[in-house]
């Protein structure tokens, strides 16, 4: 694709925290127009730590960031990208602090310049369409953990964004929620990256895989043939489990 | 601590402004910290009850509070006796309690008593959201009402993150014993209190950030004055008019 219509675009990225190890090693990525792309990756291989520079939460030491054809590098480059950039956090604990979930939903339309009423309207809409109606009063903290990662996801949308990035969004959410989530996912007309464990999610809701390994990004498009010792839904897709190798018959079976 | 308990309630104190509470509560504060006589603190006194008992508060709750409020006040109590110049009563050693110091501590203690119960009936039944917006209301510096907030929320963060971790040492069979173990779990315990309160701060703060946080709270709804919340407030200000008239005038010898 067109360099220019790039809605990010990654080069060269070196990261590591503060007195650790380096965690990117001249990563480089690109997401186009309505690209729906997956993140894989093993715990602690970097993909939060790219989703944290994207939105310029961390600063690379190295390497070029650019969004929507823009280089950014200072903070308030980065307040645009966060106009039009959702990030939904891995734990929804830090996602949401508002008492009431109408209030945590409407707190991003209320900062892009909305008023009251169009952020309470904004609002009511996201949750409902996320199956969410009724919980408009309710206390943010006193959820449920897969309650809190619905609204947390409420609140990102709500924003009307143009990229997504989504941390781990169905962790914790039970078959039917997530088959809505991806629903959800797949009608929306606008470009996703997300982060999942789950397989048979990804597959449904991207367009194509990549892969964080020893901090670089590489594209899975090689079909591993791998033989199964166990039963689940989707079976009939072709996917791969991150855990066949140390699989243990009985424990580790899939839903 | 932070659950907010005493919020959940259908009662008229729950249901009155949270504007006027707040402005009750600063001013029967003001008029009884400088109350001296007898007749005008049994007034406030009543005046605190009569609050507890319309918002219908549960007694054990209040004495809860109460005693850990009071816990500071015994520090008071270690000290005024002693620094108050006046007629000796007894000594320990070097120190001179004197009949002035006691007095002054007894008049503080039931003084800041009756001040905390008309706060947990006025304040406590409102969550600290709302109060947060009526503080706005009333033209409260922003900045001020934000640091109220906040540190409400994270003292909340603080707690549940502390509720977890006792949590992770229960479910491993830990037991406090007298023992370094044991000393060494608690110290342990605080650290990471302290390092993962932190932490979780700092990133709710980016969270709020990227939804284009800029310092500024916006309230949904409007508070409704009605002519309930008028007729209770004009009846609360009489209350502590005669508090003053009390104090300040010699109606009652
Ligand atoms: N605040 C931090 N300070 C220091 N090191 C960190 C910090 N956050 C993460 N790391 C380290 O950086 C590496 C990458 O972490 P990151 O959270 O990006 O992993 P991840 O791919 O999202 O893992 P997971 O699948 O478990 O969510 C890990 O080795 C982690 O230990
Ligand atoms: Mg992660």
Redesign the interface.
């Known amino acids: 694709m067109d360099e220019n219509h790039l809605l990010i675009n990654l080069k060269d990225i070196h990261f590591s925290y503060p007195g650790g190890r380096e965690v990117l090693k001249g990563l480089s990525f690109s997401l186009g127009q309505g690209e729906k792309v997956g993140l894989m990756g093993p715990n602690g291989s970097g993909k939060t730590t790219l989703f944290h520079l994207i939105m310029g939460l961390l600063k690379p030491q190295h390497g070029k960031i650019e969004i929507f054809g823009q280089p950014v590098e200072e903070e308030k480059d980065f307040v645009e990208v966060r106009r039009k950039v959702g990030l939904l956090f891995q734990d929804p604990d830090d996602q949401l602090f508002s008492p009431t979930v109408l209030e945590d939903v409407a707190f991003g339309p209320l900062n892009q310049g909305k008023s009251v009423e169009e952020a309470k309207e904004i609002a009511r809409e996201t949750l409902k369409a996320l199956g969410l109606s009724g919980f408009e009063q309710r206390v943010t903290y006193r959820l449920s953990g897969g309650e809190k990662r619905l609204v947390s996801l409420a609140t990102v949308l709500a924003m009307q964004p143009k990229v997504l990035l989504l941390d781990e969004p169905t962790t914790g959410l039970d078959q039917e929620t997530t088959e809505r989530i991806i629903e959800i996912l797949k009608g929306l007309k606008l470009a996703y990256v997300f982060i999942s464990h789950n397989m048979d999610f990804m597959l449904q809701a991207t367009d194509k895989i990549y892969g964080l390994l020893e901090g670089r990004l590489a594209l899975e498009e090689e079909m591993v043939p791998h033989t199964h010792v166990h039963v689940h839904g989707y079976g009939r897709l072709s996917h791969t489990h991150t855990t066949s190798d140390d699989f243990r018959p009985g424990i580790e079976r899939d839903k | 601590m932070f659950n907010e308990v005493f919020t959940e309630g259908d009662s008229l104190l729950h249901k009155f402004d949270p504007r006027f509470k707040i402005v009750i509560a600063a001013v029967f504060t003001l008029v009884l910290a400088l109350s001296s006589r007898w007749c005008a603190l049994f007034a406030g006194l009543l005046f605190s009850l009569s609050i507890l008992v319309m918002g219908k508060l549960p007694v054990k709750g209040i004495c809860i509070r109460l005693v850990m409020v009071n816990g500071l006040i015994l520090f008071l109590w270690l000290l005024l006796p002693f620094s108050v110049r006046g007629e000796a009563i007894f000594s320990l050693g070097p120190l001179t309690a004197t009949r002035e110091g006691v007095r002054y501590a007894t008049l503080l203690t039931v003084r800041s008593n009756i001040i905390i119960l008309a706060l947990i009936g006025l304040l406590s039944t409102t ?3 709302n109060l947060g917006r009526a503080m706005v209301d009333l033209k409260v510096p922003r900045k001020m009402v934000q640091l109220f907030f906040f540190t409400y ?1 994270y003292l ?1 963060v603080i707690q ?1 993150e502390y509720e977890r971790l006792t949590n992770a040492l229960k479910i491993r069979g830990f037991q406090p014993k007298t023992s370094m173990h044991t000393y060494k779990t608690y110290a342990y315990l605080v650290g990471m209190l302290l390092v993962k309160s932190y932490d ?1 701060s700092e ?2 703060r ?9 310092g ?1 709270f ?3 709804t409007e508070f409704h004055l009605g002519y309930r919340d008028l007729l209770l407030v004009s009846l609360m200000l009489l209350g502590v008019a005669a508090i003053g008239l009390l104090q300040w005038t010699r109606i009652i010898y």
């Open positions: 969550t600290v959201f929320r909340h549940l979780r990133r709710v980016k969270a709020m950030i990227c939804r284009g946080f800029k500024r916006y309230n949904l």
